[in-house]
């Protein structure tokens, strides 16, 4: 089939060929579309409308391979909630090859939910309906939140049905962009499997398509750059209360973007020991504790590349320190990274000190975490108290001289114009946000066949910072009684 130039140019196939298994997707028997991200196709050069049509479709369901394609399902290790999987890889998703987008930046472009390969062991190779519109909607959601991550270029219905436990569900197919699908459980898989030269090109190929300011052969510097790509997603998870619910090393990228959208939920009052996901019994990716996994799950992948550093055992100790020192730094980065963040969330000068953001921001958070304040409404009542309205918080407290008192604190760092103050802290502080109970109703009215409120509450999304009319309800924290009764379940 033709119809469309995808412009593939397959790096990863050329250079990391044994890195899986050439394997093509299954095709499915009645696809149909259900949405295509015209925006992102067109920033990959694509052509939307192409897309959409049904030879499009058919493409993006897994029933054609495109053109320049080299699909491959991509073998991986892991770390699952601490214990090591030796072998797990591509088990429903398939790589279709690589795109250059319009800035310049290669894009891996893969379809998931699009068969069983040869890492499928269990499992059917597909993926449910809800599970891949809550992916679109949440990853749509960071996007427009500045935040990195993989995206979804489109969304198509199999017309068949699975499996899953509560019975069978209908099955859907999403083509996911992402800067690389290279996880710290793939150089897990490499550390353990690979030969020596095979662990050089694998460490030279993140460096290459990630991390080029590295230099060639640096690979204590190949960790910094990892550590602080995650440092910088995290604080940013953690600015807008994004819990991703399953934080295993194979859901970690090597390039620093958000991927494998599963169990994933937004706080809504502010709490650290909050989870929403099912099989996190014992909360070990409560929200509260995402900095601290990264950083284990980053010392994972520095002991990947113990062997490339320390080819000579008489030197390994000496290494061993050195890398450590790299993944220690997380802290600091990773707090450089938070401070700058709140203190753009509230609106303080640049010029405050780390010590007197810190203060003013736990103090808060502390304050958010006693009255089960929201996380997200609480900085845009913040601004309209700039705006003249003492008492937006105020009224919504039990202890509101506790509340006063910091606010007066808080009040005295704003140094600049509070209107000023005010509209910055806005551009940053989301009014909307993919809420969970907004999210479940959008799945629940696609279950019957309603694509309307999805359509609705991207569009809201897709700006999270500009309040418009008639929005309100887009912008309101859920009911007490839906978030505490609220499960997520892993996207399968
Ligand atoms: P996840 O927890 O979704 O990141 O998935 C963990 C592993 O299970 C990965 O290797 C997936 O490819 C695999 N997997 C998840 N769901 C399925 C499925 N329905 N069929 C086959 N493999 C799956
Ligand atoms: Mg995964």
Request: glycine share 8%; with cysteine; hydrophobic share 45%.
């Amino acid at each position: 089939m033709h119809g469309m130039d995808w412009g593939f140019d397959n790096t990863f196939a050329r250079k990391l060929d044994w890195l899986g298994a050439a394997v093509d997707p299954v095709p499915v028997s009645a696809p149909s579309l259900l949405t295509v991200n015209d925006s992102l196709a067109l920033e990959l050069g694509l052509d939307p409308q192409w897309l959409a049509s049904t030879d499009g479709v058919a493409h993006l369901a897994g029933n054609a391979v495109p053109e320049g394609a080299q699909p491959r399902a991509q073998a991986y290790a892991g770390h699952q909630f601490g214990q090591f999987s030796p072998l797990l890889g591509d088990g429903r998703a398939h790589l279709l090859g690589e795109v250059v987008d319009a800035h310049g930046a290669r894009r891996d472009l893969g379809l998931k939910g699009s068969g069983r390969t040869p890492f499928s062991r269990g499992g059917d190779g597909r993926a449910a309906l809800g599970p891949v519109l809550r992916e679109l909607i949440v990853s749509e959601a960071m996007h427009a939140l500045g935040i990195p991550t993989s995206r979804v270029l489109a969304a198509v219905a199999t017309g068949e049905q699975i499996l899953r436990a509560d019975g069978p569900t209908p099955g859907a197919v999403l083509t996911r962009v992402a800067a690389s699908h290279l996880r710290v459980g793939t150089a897990e898989l490499v550390r353990m499997r690979a030969s020596d030269a095979q662990q050089l090109a694998f460490a030279d190929y993140v460096r290459r398509r990630h991390h080029p300011q590295v230099a060639e052969g640096d690979h204590l510097g190949l960790i910094d750059a990892v550590v602080e790509a995650q440092a910088s997603l995290i604080a940013r998870w953690m600015s807008v209360g994004f819990i991703h619910g399953v934080m295993n090393t194979d859901n970690m990228t090597l390039s620093g973007e958000t991927i494998d959208y599963g169990p994933c939920a937004f706080l809504e009052a502010h709490d650290p020991n909050a989870v929403f996901s099912s099989i996190d019994t014992m909360g070990r990716y409560r929200f509260g504790a995402q900095p601290s996994i990264a950083q284990w799950n980053l010392a994972r992948y520095a002991e990947t590349l113990l062997p490339l550093l320390a080819p000579d055992p008489s030197t390994e100790s000496d290494l061993i320190e050195a890398a450590t020192e790299r993944i220690r730094a997380f802290e600091t980065r990773f707090r450089g990274h938070w401070l700058r963040l709140y203190r753009g969330k509230l609106g303080l000068p640049d010029a405050l000190s780390d010590t007197a953001t810190a203060a003013l921001t736990d103090d808060l958070l502390a304050i958010m975490l006693a009255e089960r304040l929201d996380h997200t409404r609480t900085f845009r009542l913040l601004a309209t108290v700039l705006r003249g309205a003492d008492r937006a918080v105020a009224d919504l407290v039990d202890d509101s001289v506790r509340w006063l008192d910091w606010q007066s604190r808080w009040l005295a760092n704003v140094t600049t114009d509070p209107q000023s103050t005010a509209d910055a802290m806005d551009r940053v502080n989301p009014a909307y946000l993919a809420r969970n109970h907004l999210v479940e109703e959008a799945l629940a009215a696609a279950a019957t066949g309603d694509l309307a409120p999805t359509e609705a509450l991207l569009d809201v999304l897709r700006d999270p910072f500009t309040v418009r009319p008639g929005l309100d309800r887009y912008a309101a924290p859920a009911p007490a009684s839906f978030t505490a009764a609220y499960v997520t379940f892993c996207g399968t």
